[in-house]
């Protein structure tokens, strides 16, 4: 096989590349011809039926009619068998025969190397312990990277062609969704984080009892609450503008932004129902209760910054994906806390004025000492108390660092992975800007397209060395791929 690279073994230790297979060189009838990728590689019979569980050793067993089964394709005379596989991942597949030991080389894609070694049906057990603490931790970066892909595809650009009126359904959707697309839409972002701040501001005034400072302003009410309306009309209004837009309604309700949106409104009308359904009656003061719960559903309006702010939605995307991590960190709390509490409550009941009179409330005061708070209405008055207090403490810290390092690590890849996309659609959309004319070529105040560019390719190198920096410095150099 001419232009070819080629392995011709004259042992069972060793192979030799070199780049044609010479004249002559006839493999013996106990030894399969192995080409795979266009590479060819030579293993005994008695090798490969050394592991009669893999794709090869039931090749070396199974009959000439179900050899096409496990190849692509076979050369009976010559006892050569084709498979479209990658060459340089089967050079450890094959080690794997001669050593049983199945070592992972830092260049390799861990994903793709799965897919192989499943492929020839060897296991991820097979991996030595040299190797397989680096691969694992490597893989599980790699499956993050693509659950973060896969979250930032999920908020993919609106296609308006085909629907009713695209060009104003896709005017109002750049304004309201796509703040880098124009100076208007900036002015619109910026209008919206004013509302969200304002009716904050407006739920504190309101919590003060400053409506008679005040005063009245119009038939409608006070100040504060005409500001509420305000800002109240300018969140609905941007969500069914929002909903009249879209095209798959379906996606667009599940979408967990949208929901943020509608929880930041619907408790206003929810409460303007009830306090007119329930006017004068003997159920008021109850209504008032509801009401009340209500309005503090208002403080997630403060979630609605998530649309303009990277690291609120860096933060929310590690959350998701730190689930594992979290419940563990609960788990772990939840045991020393009960461990804790129990013992301290066996030790201090018995004493004059103590004040762990229940289990619940030693619970209290190992919750404050494991996460460190320490309000010190709960405290231990003999020694041994005190001794197991300190332990207390000390479990909580080193329970609470556990996971730190890796909510950190994935908060900074979700932080730089969204920065990354967040430049790639400024680059884009000047590419459609230059496209269209709307930008100049190059002459007075105009710009050029190859340093439009060249400024987008450089800001994305940027990001992805700052990407790079962090995890090696978080993890060792052995954790970037």
């Given at each position: ?188 972002g910026s209008l919206s984080m004013f509302f969200v701040v304002l009716s904050v501001i407006n739920m504190v ?261 700052r990407e790079r920096t962090s995890t090696r410095s978080s993890g060792g150099d052995d954790l970037w791929w």
């Amino acid at each position: 096989m001419a232009g070819s690279e080629v392995a011709c073994s004259t042992s069972l230790g060793s192979s030799v590349f070199y780049s044609d297979l010479p004249t002559g060189c006839t493999p013996p009838v106990d030894v399969l011809v192995l080409n795979v990728g266009g590479s060819l590689f030579q293993l005994s019979q008695e090798l490969l039926a050394s592991h009669p569980q893999t794709r090869l050793g039931k090749l070396a067993r199974c009959s000439p009619d179900s050899v096409l089964e496990l190849c692509d394709d076979a050369d009976f005379l010559q006892n050569e068998f084709f498979f479209d596989r990658s060459s340089q991942t089967f050079r450890y597949v094959e080690n794997f025969y001669r050593t049983g030991h199945l070592h992972v080389m830092e260049d390799l894609c861990e994903i793709s190397f799965l897919q192989e070694i499943q492929y020839w049906g060897l296991d991820e057990l097979c991996i030595p312990p040299c190797c397989r603490e680096r691969y694992y931790r490597r893989k599980e970066q790699r499956e993050s990277l693509d659950e973060r892909r896969g979250l930032a595809d999920d908020d993919q650009e609106e296609d308006f062609v085909g629907a009713a009126c695209p060009a104003l359904r896709q005017c109002l959707w750049d304004l309201l969704e796509r703040p880098e697309s124009s100076c208007a839409a900036r002015a619109v972002g910026s209008l919206s984080m004013f509302f969200v701040v304002l009716s904050v501001i407006n739920m504190v005034l309101i919590s003060l009892d400053l409506g008679e400072d005040l005063g009245e302003w119009g038939p409608g009410g006070g100040l504060l609450d005409v500001l509420e309306y305000v800002c109240v009309v300018w969140f609905t209004g941007e969500l069914l503008l929002r909903f009249l837009c879209v095209r798959d309604k379906c996606r667009f309700g599940r979408s967990i932004p949208n929901l943020i949106d509608l929880l930041a409104v619907l408790p206003f009308y929810v409460t303007l129902a009830v306090e007119s359904l329930h006017t004068g009656t003997t159920d008021l003061e109850n209504m008032g209760r509801v009401v009340q719960v209500l309005r503090l559903l208002r403080s997630l309006r403060m979630l609605k910054l998530g649309r303009h702010s990277t690291g609120l939605r860096s933060l929310g995307m590690t959350i998701a994906q730190c689930y594992e991590e979290v419940g563990l960190l609960l788990l772990f709390l939840c045991v020393g806390i009960s461990i804790f509490a129990t013992v301290a409550f066996a030790l201090e009941h018995d004493l004059p004025a103590t004040t762990f009179t229940s289990v619940p409330t030693a619970w209290w005061w190992a919750t404050t000492s494991m996460t460190t708070v320490g309000y010190g209405d709960i405290r231990p008055d003999t020694m041994v108390g005190k001794v197991l207090a300190f332990f207390c403490i000390l479990s909580g810290i080193l329970i609470l660092a556990l996971p730190i390092a890796i909510i950190n690590d994935r908060f900074s890849a979700c932080y730089f992975t969204l920065k990354i996309r967040e430049a790639a659609l400024r680059h884009g959309e000047m590419l459609k800007r230059l496209a269209r004319g709307s930008v100049g070529d190059g002459g007075a105040g105009g710009v050029n397209l190859r340093d439009a560019y060249a400024r987008s390719v450089l800001e994305m190198l940027r990001l992805k060395g700052r990407e790079r920096t962090s995890t090696r410095s978080s993890g060792g150099d052995d954790l970037w791929w």
